[in-house]
């Protein structure tokens, strides 16, 4: 009976723990970012690789340069890009095909709705104009107005 008093005992301590540690993980530091892991990256490889980027940009790199040094310092995944074949080239390929899907889509559809304008348009009456009388007694009205 006493084991399992001690058990539990160490059972609720270890949660206490870990509620402290998830806690503490959740607070927001005083530099405006959260404690713990950021974007995937253990906290202290993103600290490693903010001052690697920092010195290249203080060594006057250009963008290119500091890409082709990231790409080497920590391997392609730290471009955060899909890779340019396979499935992943759909994340390229999509886009495009949508918007050139778009771009088709109006060349049709805009000389048809143009004619179709100008169709509805040609079949309308014209306008009547105001008879004589007509004119004389809207002039009228409109004078009293003024």
């Known amino acids: 009976m006493a084991r399992s008093t001690r058990s539990s005992s160490t059972a609720r301590s270890r949660s206490r723990r870990a509620h402290e540690r998830a806690s503490a993980t959740r607070a927001q530091r005083p ?27 203080d060594a006057d790199r250009d963008e290119a340069q500091i890409k082709d040094a990231l790409v080497a310092q920590y391997g392609r995944a730290a471009l955060a890009l899909p890779s340019d074949h396979g499935f992943d080239a759909a994340a390229y390929i999509v886009p495009l095909a949508a918007f050139l899907a778009l771009l088709a889509t109006l060349a049709v559809l805009l000389p048809r709705w143009r004619r179709r304008a100008r169709a509805q348009a040609a079949r ?23």
Request: hydrophobic share 40%.
């Open 31 to 57: 530099d405006g970012d959260r404690a713990g892991r950021v974007g995937g990256i253990c906290r202290r490889v993103w600290r490693a690789a903010r001052a690697f980027i920092q010195s290249l940009i």
């Open 124 to 146: 309308r009456e014209p306008e009547q104009t105001l008879s004589v009388s007509d004119t004389a007694r809207l002039d009228a009205d409109l004078s009293r107005f003024d």
